[in-house]
């Protein structure tokens, strides 16, 4: 049993890839996933999470790209995660602060 058949399909919101990091890492998708149980940022209006290697807002979660039928794609990913420890994709949310 996989690390997202374990979690459950509910956490494939948390698990996301950016395309900003796949760039520029020569299309790395180790270097390219990331693991964020933060809250999203809120710009234009729309809830985006940014990237926190490169801060790109140009990341989509694996849920998105299951609902989006993007299986051949998300088996891949799933793959990649599954072969390593969840500690090499996780980040911990940066703590919120206010404009004075």
Request: hydrophobic share 35%; with cysteine.
């Amino acid at each position: 049993m996989g690390i997202l058949s374990a979690l459950g399909k509910r956490h494939r919101k948390l698990w996301f890839v950016c395309y900003g990091c796949m760039q520029h890492t020569a299309h790395d998708a180790l270097k390219s996933i990331f693991y964020y149980d933060g809250p999203p940022t809120l710009m234009m209006d729309r809830a985006l999470t940014p990237c926190p290697r490169c801060k790109s807002t140009n990341t989509v979660s694996f849920q998105k790209l299951r609902d989006d039928g993007s299986e051949a794609q998300l088996w891949g990913l799933e793959q990649i995660v599954k072969q390593h420890p969840r500690s090499a994709f996780e980040f911990k949310p940066e703590s919120t602060r206010t404009a004075s």
